[in-house]
């Protein structure tokens, strides 16, 4: 009863700040910036939209159009979210078939956009164009997500000089990605989550993991279905304090089990699955402390003691699946 009443005033305040707010009519909308609204609408010229997804695209208020949102002091456009609501995902496809697909060209008037943090043109339909070079001059990127767009080609090394980025996802299994080397990830120092299923990294050579281990913030690390091989073997010291998700899955690696992975308190999400491993599962997962999963399915010969590897803290775990033998 109390709850309720404390719950009901609290409202009420909120609902009479708000309603200051709202009932000066001109502040509902954000002014979007002139010159912002004019590089959308370039931008957008350059799309193919059959299903007219973008009609909220037109006047003045660009702040309100689908998937746009502004910085609410100075009008200036801080996200674009275009990422297709409907796609109809098909394993057996190698494409995938969208409802509410884009396509077209991705005009460089994005660059004029200087405030933008979020770019979403996730689940798309580019026809094969590649990843345009231009987005590498984009500073303010904190998200950028072109997973299963349509795009193929290289993936632009300058990508790299997104030193503010902190999400980078270009996820695309069965479509035609690459990258040649991963040096340039090394400049995405703010990088939190790093998506690249799927992509064709077997150019990358041995060193991926040590470009990756100089990120100070990275927490989670996609690199399912990639085609990397050699070794993951030791790594004399491990900077991954904050890492949480690692997915490695699918891959052929052909090496023995990696150790550190253990000296991770942080991890919580672990996919070796299916991916070449060998040796003795190292006893430390079973002490990890916020260990949510773990799958190791799949490798050929992995061995451990299951008695003793079930032991300790695994009580509370859950989903975890062995390649036990
Ligand atoms: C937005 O622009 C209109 C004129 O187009 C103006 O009357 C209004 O005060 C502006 N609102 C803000 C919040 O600047
Ligand atoms: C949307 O996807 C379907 C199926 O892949 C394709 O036939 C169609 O051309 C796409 N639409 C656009 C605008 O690209
Ligand atoms: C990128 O977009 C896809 C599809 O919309 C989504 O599933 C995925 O979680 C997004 N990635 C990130 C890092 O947010
Ligand atoms: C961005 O990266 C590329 C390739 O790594 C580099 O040549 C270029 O000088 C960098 N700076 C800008 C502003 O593009
Ligand atoms: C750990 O990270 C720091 C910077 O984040 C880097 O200078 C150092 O070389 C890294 N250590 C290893 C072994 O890669
Ligand atoms: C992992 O931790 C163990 C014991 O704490 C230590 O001996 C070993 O050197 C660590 N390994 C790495 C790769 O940091
Ligand atoms: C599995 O490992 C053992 C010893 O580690 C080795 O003798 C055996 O040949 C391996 N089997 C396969 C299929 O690799």
Request: charged share 15%; net charge negative; with cysteine.
């Amino acid at each position: 009863m109390g709850k309720v009443s404390i719950l009901g005033l609290v409202l009420a305040v909120l609902g009479v700040l708000a309603g200051e707010f709202v009932c000066n009519g001109d502040t509902l909308y954000i002014n979007c910036s002139l010159s912002d609204r004019k590089s959308l609408t370039d931008f957008k010229h350059g799309l193919e939209d059959p299903e007219n997804r973008l009609s909220s695209w037109k006047g003045t208020h660009c702040c309100q159009w689908r998937g746009i949102s502004c910085d609410n002091t100075n009008g200036a456009v801080i996200s674009v979210d275009l990422h297709n609501p409907y796609p109809v995902s098909s394993a057996e496809s190698s494409t995938r078939y969208g409802y509410w697909n884009l396509s077209g060209e991705i005009r460089p008037s994005l660059l004029k956009l200087k405030s933008l943090q979020h770019l979403d043109l996730s689940l798309n339909t580019f026809n094969n164009i590649p990843i345009p070079t231009f987005l590498g001059s984009m500073r303010s990127l904190r998200y950028l997500n072109l997973s299963e767009a349509g795009f193929s080609g290289a993936v632009p090394l300058n990508l790299g000089n997104l030193s503010s980025l902190e999400f980078l996802d270009v996820s695309s299994p069965f479509s035609g990605l690459a990258v040649s080397s991963l040096e340039w990830v090394r400049g995405l120092v703010s990088l939190k989550h790093l998506a690249i299923n799927g992509v064709d990294l077997s150019m990358v050579g041995s060193n991926w993991l040590g470009v990756l281990n100089v990120l100070p913030h990275l927490a989670e690390i996609h690199l399912s279905g990639c085609g990397l091989s050699g070794s993951v073997l030791s790594h004399s010291s491990v900077n991954f304090t904050s890492l949480s998700v690692i997915d490695l899955s699918l891959n052929h690696f052909d090496s023995i089990f990696p150790d550190w992975l253990v000296n991770i308190s942080s991890l919580s999400y672990v996919d070796l699955s299916n991916c070449g491993l060998y040796g003795r599962i190292p006893l430390g997962f079973s002490e990890l402390p916020s260990l949510q999963y773990l799958s190791l399915a799949m490798n050929d010969n992995l061995s451990a003691s299951c008695s003793q590897l079930f032991q300790g803290s695994w009580k509370k775990n859950r989903g975890s699946q062995f390649g036990c033998k």
